[in-house]
């Protein structure tokens, strides 16, 4: 196993959407097929293992290193069962001196959980190693990526180093790093959701009381912010600090203040002070400021009102 790639734990899969996000770096057109490509394709659906395309812009998924190859495609347009041909390359570049070897073909179906069958489609990568039950992370290039059961390549092999992460999969390129927020369907695991690039993220997602909302950190050039389950930057990255008191207040320390900040939509919703402690019952913040040399003290709720 490579020593930049973590694996062995267990992936919290994320159950939170993003509409109309759907990442798979996979299928392509037959318009940006490569002259082999184009070769395999012909093979397929002159000798009838495949449907003849009507269309330049009817997409097919192929996998391929050296002379081993992967085809898939759905036996109709719309239809949920797909044909997966393994073959085997013989012969040149030029496409009449080929000679193509059915190794192998499976017939699967979009919407059936196909256990522990990314490894069928290891031998198409430099290396790999198993990230979960249903995800295979794979290397090409000396870069790691993720597949799901399907073949499909949810997480680009462009990254040194992957983990999980209580969001999905915790991914870094050079210095900075990012989340990919996945989902199961019942039937596979997609990528959803992704993060911007920080210096750092948080290995946890503290839970706020009672909403249950969970807000994890991030870093850049020395600031602090938070993302939501959603992957979405929800406290801005402006903060020399970020604390929890209590499990529902949030407070963010800059400028030598700390001040409230609403976890939902993050914004400030108290004044600035010098120092906050969370009251006894933690029910309320203790606050103290200096102003004009004296030494003011009070109390703040959740919603950063100053009370009796």
């Known amino acids: 196993m490579a020593s930049k790639i973590k694996l062995r734990y267990t992936l919290f899969i994320v159950l939170y959407l993003h509409p109309g996000f759907s990442f798979c770096q996979n299928s392509k057109p037959l318009t940006n097929f490569s002259a082999t490509e184009k070769c395999l394709y012909n093979f397929l659906s002159d000798n009838n293992y495949i449907p ?11 996998l391929s ?3 081993l190859f992967m085809f898939q495609c759905p036996l109709k347009k719309t239809d949920t069962t797909y044909i997966l041909i393994h073959l085997i390359k013989d012969g040149k570049e030029k496409c009449s001196t080929i000679k193509w070897k059915i190794d192998n073909i499976e017939y699967i179906i979009k919407g059936i959980t196909r256990y522990n069958s990314a490894s069928h489609y290891k ?9 979960s039950s249903d995800l295979l992370a794979v290397k090409r290039n000396n870069k ?11 997480v680009p092999i462009e990254f040194d180093e992957l983990k999980p992460h209580s969001l999905g999969i915790w991914a870094k390129k050079d210095v900075q790093v990012k989340i990919f927020g996945i989902r199961n369907t019942g039937s596979t695991i997609r990528t959803i959701a992704q993060s911007d ?3 750092d993220i948080g290995i946890t997602s503290p ?15 020395g600031r602090n912010g938070m993302v939501n389950a959603d992957l979405n930057l929800i406290v801005p990255i402006v903060y020399d600090k970020l604390n929890i008191l209590g499990q529902k207040f949030l407070l963010g320390s800059r400028l030598k203040k700390i001040v ?11 004044s600035l002070y010098d120092k906050v402690a969370l009251s006894n019952d933690g029910t309320y913040l203790l606050t103290s400021i200096e ?13 950063g009102k100053e009370v009796e």
Request: aromatic share 14%; net charge positive; no cysteine.
């Open 207 to 221: 839970k706020f009381k009672p909403s249950g909302l969970r807000l994890t950190g991030v870093k850049k050039n």
């Open 123 to 131: 031998k198409y990568f430099d290396s790999s190693d198993v990230f």
């Open 291 to 303: 102003i004009n040399g004296k030494i003011v003290q009070g109390k703040i709720d959740i919603n």
């Open 197 to 199: 690039y920080f210096d």
């Open 260 to 270: 409230l900040i609403d976890p939902v939509n993050g914004k400030e919703i108290s």
């Open 65 to 67: 290193k050296d002379s």
């Open 144 to 154: 790691w990526g993720v597949i799901n059961s399907f073949g499909e390549i949810i």
């Open 52 to 62: 003849k395309s009507q269309s330049l812009n009817d997409s097919f998924y192929i």
